[in-house]
């Protein structure tokens, strides 16, 4: 126990907070792999999932609107498991109990409906959960380790600078692993100045022709005793194998080199920085806070002094409006973890862009005898922000959540003199700080909930759910890439005979090639007056084009790939690639090279290629369908061009004035085309739904 917590804690601190969790969980599942409280079948369902299941021999799903294709063959092949014998059965006959467990906030901490609250292990209990609350991965995984292995493995420890001193010597560099928005400069600072090197500390940026500077430096103070921080060290691409070389020479004079010196080094993750160094040094990530809260408190700890909440022209308008400036950085910053719902393109806001609009603030109070409201927001959102933004929607959000943050209600006052009751949120939680020293606004920040809710950002509470479905997804593929080859399935087959069997599962299923021959009395059908093909013919042949190159590819991959296995020809760097693929259920690079844009796992992506290709052969031989569905496209734009060049045609207008117009329909397929343009499903949206009743677009 006493290794596993060390070894845990020392490899922790040079992770990200993301892969402290993905290493806790595998360290944790390893050790009840190895006790056998885990099965190999168990194992490879929660990262592999079902794989490619015949769907003809499955029980009918009883609610496909609650559960996926995917989910349903999960929950099917754990059937076959003692422990889930009638598990379809039970969801089928008892969907109020199962759905009551679904709904829970953390289905972990709620019984599953008799008898599986006693049959299914707590291992069981989150391959349930992947498969009907697969949003709830991470939670459920993490409250699975803290049962079984209490906060050692649950909770990483808190690393700080004094810690990893110890393991330094004048031969050993600190490494400090940046991400975006962080500085370790202040820990630094802080360091040397408990160790009265303040005025020994050295500090070089590197870049274009720092580089002999740098070494100048490092080789000054192995004689002096002093400290010497080489900062991003990622800009110096061409300098990393004289680094590399630098801090070898270090191990290799440790006994002429003064023993007070240290090494720091400051680089954001790149491919090319030398392993040797992040093997023999002491790696340290530094990332900002997540949450207002940390972001809050770490703000005003590194940004704020207590005389300068009163020293202001105006101290009881500063001191709001300053909490008001960082609410909204975390705000934005924050923003950022759900990805597409909260910016289009994901922006580098960091602290230097606080900094400046505290200062602006700071100077506007004092020259201007009223609050200049107009210019603040300007400055603040079209300067220091929105000079980092370039989406005109992007923009727009950031000034509309500006504009929360700095308005005449946030120093408006009552009758008596006293502020009035205003929040930034509807929960009433997040207010401006009230008025007093920094000490008091610090733990009015600290009464924060430590785990933000979407109503801050201005989201439906759904948006948690896709926030922590990603989540859930990276930590399954990032465990599934770290598995070895070696891997089996409780059955005793080995690898080469999974791939095997899975060849010859997929040549089964893959299709046969389009061919122009298959074409109906509908189809390619030549304009006697023009002589060319209709439009949407053409978009069929560019279609038929590719689709054939992907089936081409799957043929030929797959039977090389079976050759390469049983010593016919040699296994190529694609062909490996490929074998580890099949293991791991993923979608193999060679494939994916010709393929359509997909997300999906291996076993679904063949089910999506078999009914692209069924779809374009019905096509090829009866002639334009009623309905498209858009996704089966590998060019859906193409279509779309399509669909206005047959309107431009027949009616003679220029194709560059024509637009779209679109009309939602009912659910209901219909049986017969449009006169003019094309009716069209399979569309998603995220973040919203389609009230078919009231027509129109609600949360």
């Given at each position: 126990e006493y290794s596993t917590k060390t070894i845990f804690g020392n490899i922790c601190r040079g992770l990200f907070e993301k892969d402290k969790i993905v290493f806790s969980t595998l360290l944790a599942f390893s050790v009840l792999r190895h006790a056998g409280k885990i099965s190999p079948i168990e194992w490879n369902l929660l990262i592999r999932g079902a794989g490619v299941c015949d769907r003809t021999k499955q029980a009918q799903n009883p609610m496909p609107q609650r559960i996926s294709e995917r989910s349903w063959d999960l929950l099917c092949a754990l059937e076959e498991m003692k422990a889930f014998n009638g598990l379809c059965n039970s969801i089928k006959n008892e969907w109020k109990a199962w759905n009551t467990w679904m709904i829970h906030s953390n289905p972990n901490r709620k019984h599953l409906p008799a008898p599986f609250h006693v049959t299914v292990s707590a291992?069981?209990?989150?391959?349930?959960?992947?498969?009907?609350?697969?949003?709830?991965?991470?939670?459920?995984?993490?409250?699975?380790?803290?049962?079984?292995?209490?906060?050692?493995?649950?909770?990483?420890?808190?690393?700080?600078?004094?810690?990893?001193?110890?393991?330094?010597?004048?031969?050993?560099?600190?490494?400090?692993?940046?991400?975006?928005?962080?500085?370790?400069?202040?820990?630094?600072?802080?360091?040397?100045?408990?160790?009265?090197?303040?005025?020994?500390?050295?500090?070089?940026?590197?870049?274009?022709?720092?580089?002999?500077?740098?070494?100048?430096?490092?080789?000054?103070?192995?004689?002096?005793?002093?400290?010497?921080?080489?900062?991003?060290?990622?800009?110096?691409?061409?300098?990393?194998?004289?680094?590399?070389?630098?801090?070898?020479?270090?191990?290799?004079?440790?006994?002429?080199?003064?023993?007070?010196?240290?090494?720091?080094?400051?680089?954001?993750?790149?491919?090319?920085?030398?392993?040797?160094?992040?093997?023999?040094?002491?790696?340290?990530?530094?990332?900002?806070?997540?949450?207002?809260?940390?972001?809050?408190?770490?703000?005003?700890?590194?940004?704020?002094?207590?005389?300068?909440?009163?020293?202001?022209?105006?101290?009881?308008?500063?001191?709001?409006?300053?909490?008001?400036?960082?609410?909204?950085?975390?705000?934005?910053?924050?923003?950022?973890?759900?990805?597409p719902l909260g910016w289009n393109i994901r922006y580098a806001f960091d602290e230097s862009d606080l900094e400046t609009s505290m200062a602006i603030l700071r100077r506007f109070l004092n020259e201007q005898d009223q609050v200049p409201w107009d210019a603040l927001r300007f400055v603040t959102g079209h300067i220091c922000y929105g000079g980092r933004v370039t989406d005109d929607f992007d923009r727009r959000t950031l000034l509309c959540i500006l504009g929360i943050y700095f308005n005449t209600d946030v120093l408006a006052k009552d009758g008596t003199g006293d502020y009035k009751d205003y929040a930034f949120s509807e929960s009433g939680i997040y207010r401006p700080a009230s008025i007093g020293n920094l000490d008091s606004h610090l733990e009015y920040f600290k009464s924060l909930p430590v785990v933000d809710e979407p109503e801050i950002f201005g989201m439906h509470e759904n948006a948690d759910i896709t926030f922590n479905r990603a989540e859930s997804t990276a930590l399954s593929a990032t465990i599934l890439h770290l598995q070895p080859r070696e891997t089996s399935e409780g059955t005793g087959k080995s690898s080469y005979e999974l791939v095997t069997e899975l060849i010859t599962e997929i040549e089964s299923k893959t299709p046969d090639l389009l061919n122009d021959e298959e074409a109906g009395e509908f189809t390619f059908i030549v304009n006697e007056q023009s002589g060319l093909l209709t439009s949407l013919d053409t978009v069929l042949k560019q279609e038929m084009v590719k689709f054939n190159r992907l089936v081409n590819r799957i043929k030929t991959s797959l039977t090389d790939l079976r050759k390469a296995i049983n010593g016919i020809i040699v296994m190529s760097s694609d062909l490996d690639q490929m074998y580890t693929a099949f293991l791991i259920n993923e979608l193999p690079q060679i494939w994916n090279k010709v393929s359509f844009a997909s997300l999906k796992t291996l076993g679904s992506w063949v089910k999506d290629v078999v009914l692209r290709v069924d779809f374009m052969r019905t096509w090829l031989r009866d002639g334009l369908p009623s309905c498209f569905p858009l996704p089966v496209f590998f060019f859906p734009q193409g279509f779309m061009t399509g669909t206005l060049q047959t309107y431009a045609r027949k009616y003679q207008v220029a194709i560059d004035t024509l637009q779209f117009e679109f009309n939602a329909l009912s659910d209901q397929i219909p049986e017969h085309g449009p006169d003019d343009g094309v009716y069209i499903s399979g569309l998603f949206m995220e973040g919203a739904r389609w009230d078919f009743e009231k027509r129109q677009v609600c949360d």
């Amino acid at each position: 126990e006493y290794s596993t917590k060390t070894i845990f804690g020392n490899i922790c601190r040079g992770l990200f907070e993301k892969d402290k969790i993905v290493f806790s969980t595998l360290l944790a599942f390893s050790v009840l792999r190895h006790a056998g409280k885990i099965s190999p079948i168990e194992w490879n369902l929660l990262i592999r999932g079902a794989g490619v299941c015949d769907r003809t021999k499955q029980a009918q799903n009883p609610m496909p609107q609650r559960i996926s294709e995917r989910s349903w063959d999960l929950l099917c092949a754990l059937e076959e498991m003692k422990a889930f014998n009638g598990l379809c059965n039970s969801i089928k006959n008892e969907w109020k109990a199962w759905n009551t467990w679904m709904i829970h906030s953390n289905p972990n901490r709620k019984h599953l409906p008799a008898p599986f609250h006693v049959t299914v292990s707590a291992f069981g209990n989150i391959l349930l959960v992947k498969a009907l609350r697969d949003d709830k991965v991470v939670l459920v995984t993490n409250t699975f380790v803290h049962d079984m292995f209490g906060n050692t493995l649950a909770d990483p420890p808190a690393t700080s600078m004094d810690d990893v001193y110890t393991d330094l010597d004048n031969a050993t560099p600190c490494i400090f692993i940046l991400s975006k928005g962080s500085d370790p400069s202040g820990m630094l600072f802080k360091l040397a100045k408990t160790h009265n090197y303040s005025d020994r500390l050295h500090l070089v940026s590197l870049g274009q022709g720092q580089g002999p500077t740098a070494r100048a430096l490092v080789e000054k103070a192995c004689i002096s005793g002093d400290w010497v921080c080489l900062q991003n060290c990622m800009l110096a691409k061409s300098f990393m194998p004289d680094l590399e070389a630098l801090v070898f020479e270090l191990s290799e004079n440790r006994e002429k080199n003064h023993a007070d010196f240290r090494l720091f080094l400051t680089s954001s993750p790149a491919s090319y920085f030398p392993v040797s160094i992040l093997q023999n040094g002491v790696k340290m990530t530094n990332e900002a806070p997540k949450g207002i809260r940390a972001n809050m408190t770490r703000a005003y700890a590194n940004l704020v002094k207590a005389e300068d909440l009163e020293s202001n022209a105006k101290p009881e308008a500063y001191q709001r409006l300053l909490s008001g400036l960082c609410f909204f950085h975390a705000n934005i910053l924050e923003r950022r973890k759900f990805g597409p719902l909260g910016w289009n393109i994901r922006y580098a806001f960091d602290e230097s862009d606080l900094e400046t609009s505290m200062a602006i603030l700071r100077r506007f109070l004092n020259e201007q005898d009223q609050v200049p409201w107009d210019a603040l927001r300007f400055v603040t959102g079209h300067i220091c922000y929105g000079g980092r933004v370039t989406d005109d929607f992007d923009r727009r959000t950031l000034l509309c959540i500006l504009g929360i943050y700095f308005n005449t209600d946030v120093l408006a006052k009552d009758g008596t003199g006293d502020y009035k009751d205003y929040a930034f949120s509807e929960s009433g939680i997040y207010r401006p700080a009230s008025i007093g020293n920094l000490d008091s606004h610090l733990e009015y920040f600290k009464s924060l909930p430590v785990v933000d809710e979407p109503e801050i950002f201005g989201m439906h509470e759904n948006a948690d759910i896709t926030f922590n479905r990603a989540e859930s997804t990276a930590l399954s593929a990032t465990i599934l890439h770290l598995q070895p080859r070696e891997t089996s399935e409780g059955t005793g087959k080995s690898s080469y005979e999974l791939v095997t069997e899975l060849i010859t599962e997929i040549e089964s299923k893959t299709p046969d090639l389009l061919n122009d021959e298959e074409a109906g009395e509908f189809t390619f059908i030549v304009n006697e007056q023009s002589g060319l093909l209709t439009s949407l013919d053409t978009v069929l042949k560019q279609e038929m084009v590719k689709f054939n190159r992907l089936v081409n590819r799957i043929k030929t991959s797959l039977t090389d790939l079976r050759k390469a296995i049983n010593g016919i020809i040699v296994m190529s760097s694609d062909l490996d690639q490929m074998y580890t693929a099949f293991l791991i259920n993923e979608l193999p690079q060679i494939w994916n090279k010709v393929s359509f844009a997909s997300l999906k796992t291996l076993g679904s992506w063949v089910k999506d290629v078999v009914l692209r290709v069924d779809f374009m052969r019905t096509w090829l031989r009866d002639g334009l369908p009623s309905c498209f569905p858009l996704p089966v496209f590998f060019f859906p734009q193409g279509f779309m061009t399509g669909t206005l060049q047959t309107y431009a045609r027949k009616y003679q207008v220029a194709i560059d004035t024509l637009q779209f117009e679109f009309n939602a329909l009912s659910d209901q397929i219909p049986e017969h085309g449009p006169d003019d343009g094309v009716y069209i499903s399979g569309l998603f949206m995220e973040g919203a739904r389609w009230d078919f009743e009231k027509r129109q677009v609600c949360d």
